[in-house]
């Protein structure tokens, strides 16, 4: 078994405010020039995600040793994503294109890029790990690991180019539909993920994720449900799910919750506050239109009273698509008003 690698060497996004989960294409096997499907029975399937490499100078191209690590079926794994988009995070990234394929027990997934944009030291071990969710991994997940490869470490300021990990040993998760992501670890901990996504290279911002039949399950719907929790929102007749985290110097990372005056939550069909730490004090407000009469899409409005980092999620659970919004740690939060925000009907 070999890993096929290909030094190309690309650039990395720079560290940006705003910043979305912007797979921006959906590729079905057969449009990928990466590599063909695995055509192994009815439990398979194809798929990949791009998103736009800018160049950044002073990067080093190295290439990793891959060894790829036995999973036991049914193997879970818990793990908590305290920042999102990972550009503002931890300084390792997964860059550019992803794609993965699996059928008949086997896998074979890919990644274009992994960077360490730290600016000294080497990270710990690297991890890149195949898994299966219930939904889009945010906040604090569990998750389904269906494979995972060691990549050993990086020195800062460099990056693992072309990974893929060839055909590996796969295990299926229980019968269901499931997003699938890559996600990678350092030393255990939460370094990035990206979940594979279709949507429009028009609208790079604008990700629908996709959901796959495994273990046997016949097919799957794109369509999801909105349930109201301790920190989601369901707005627009519970069309849209809002979901918020945060991290800052005193507390680190958390997952916003959704505030309540005398016991009543601060949620209507429009609009939902949060807090971070502190139940009486408000931090975040978000509002979604629908302004479908006269446009073509639904609005989203933003603004808050907080200079922590913090990133608003917007699930359009009718449709799929998705969309994130982010303020970095020290910057005071500026207004958002996006009226292209997610498409109508």
């Given at each position: 078994m070999?890993?096929?690698?290909?030094?190309?060497?690309?650039?990395?996004?720079?560290?940006?405010?705003?910043?979305?989960?912007?797979?921006?294409?959906?590729?079905?096997?057969?449009?990928?020039?990466?590599?063909?499907?695995?055509?192994?029975?009815?439990?398979?399937?194809?798929?990949?995600?791009?998103?736009?490499?800018?160049?950044?100078?002073?990067?080093?191209?190295?290439?990793?040793?891959?060894?790829?690590?036995?999973t036991?079926?049914?193997?879970?794994?818990?793990?908590?994503?305290?920042?999102?988009?990972?550009?503002?995070?931890?300084?390792?990234?997964?860059?550019?294109g992803?794609?993965?394929?699996?059928?008949?027990?086997?896998?074979?997934?890919?990644?274009?890029?992994?960077?360490?944009?730290?600016?000294?030291?080497?990270?710990?071990d690297?991890?890149?790990?195949?898994?299966?969710?219930t939904?889009?991994?945010?906040?604090?997940?569990?998750?389904?690991?269906?494979?995972?490869?060691?990549?050993?470490?990086?020195?800062?300021?460099?990056?693992f180019?072309?990974?893929?990990?060839?055909?590996?040993?796969?295990?299926?998760?229980?019968?269901?539909?499931?997003?699938v992501?890559?996600?990678?670890?350092?030393?255990?901990?939460?370094?990035d993920?990206?979940?594979?996504?279709?949507?429009?290279?028009?609208?790079?911002?604008?990700?629908?994720?996709s959901?796959?039949?495994?273990?046997?399950?016949?097919?799957c719907?794109?369509?999801?449900?909105?349930?109201?929790?301790?920190?989601g929102?369901?707005?627009i007749?519970?069309?849209?799910?809002?979901?918020?985290?945060?991290?800052?110097?005193?507390?680190?990372?958390?997952?916003g919750?959704v505030?309540?005056?005398?016991?009543?939550r601060?949620?209507?069909?429009?609009?939902?506050?949060?807090?971070?730490?502190?139940?009486?004090?408000?931090?975040?407000?978000?509002?979604?239109?629908?302004?479908?009469?006269?446009?073509?899409?639904?609005?989203?409005?933003?603004?808050?009273?907080?200079?922590?980092?913090?990133?608003?999620?917007?699930?359009d659970?009718?449709?799929?698509?998705?969309?994130?919004?982010g303020?970095?740690?020290?910057?005071?939060?500026?207004?958002?008003?996006?009226?292209?925000?997610?498409?109508?009907?």
């Amino acid at each position: 078994m070999s890993a096929r690698y290909v030094s190309i060497v690309k650039g990395l996004h720079k560290l940006g405010v705003v910043a979305a989960l912007t797979a921006s294409c959906l590729l079905i096997a057969g449009a990928d020039a990466m590599s063909a499907p695995m055509a192994w029975g009815s439990d398979a399937a194809s798929a990949s995600g791009w998103s736009a490499v800018r160049p950044a100078a002073g990067m080093r191209s190295v290439h990793p040793t891959l060894v790829p690590r036995f999973t036991p079926a049914g193997a879970i794994g818990t793990i908590t994503r305290p920042v999102t988009p990972s550009t503002v995070g931890t300084g390792i990234l997964i860059e550019g294109g992803i794609h993965f394929s699996y059928g008949g027990g086997q896998t074979d997934y890919f990644a274009s890029i992994i960077a360490d944009q730290r600016a000294s030291g080497t990270t710990g071990d690297l991890v890149l790990h195949l898994i299966a969710t219930t939904n889009p991994p945010a906040g604090t997940f569990s998750y389904y690991d269906l494979a995972s490869a060691d990549l050993g470490t990086l020195d800062a300021g460099t990056e693992f180019d072309s990974l893929d990990t060839g055909e590996i040993a796969f295990a299926k998760p229980p019968s269901g539909c499931y997003y699938v992501s890559e996600l990678l670890l350092e030393d255990g901990h939460f370094a990035d993920v990206r979940t594979f996504s279709s949507g429009s290279s028009a609208a790079p911002e604008v990700t629908g994720y996709s959901i796959f039949p495994m273990g046997g399950a016949p097919s799957c719907s794109t369509n999801t449900s909105c349930t109201r929790t301790s920190n989601g929102a369901c707005v627009i007749s519970s069309r849209f799910q809002v979901t918020a985290i945060y991290d800052n110097a005193n507390t680190g990372a958390g997952v916003g919750q959704v505030l309540s005056f005398n016991g009543t939550r601060a949620e209507s069909d429009e609009s939902v506050f949060y807090y971070f730490t502190d139940p009486s004090n408000f931090e975040l407000g978000v509002k979604v239109l629908d302004a479908c009469a006269f446009s073509s899409n639904f609005w989203v409005f933003i603004g808050g009273l907080t200079n922590q980092y913090w990133v608003v999620d917007i699930l359009d659970t009718a449709t799929g698509n998705h969309k994130s919004y982010g303020n970095a740690l020290g910057n005071l939060t500026v207004t958002v008003a996006d009226t292209a925000a997610l498409p109508c009907p």
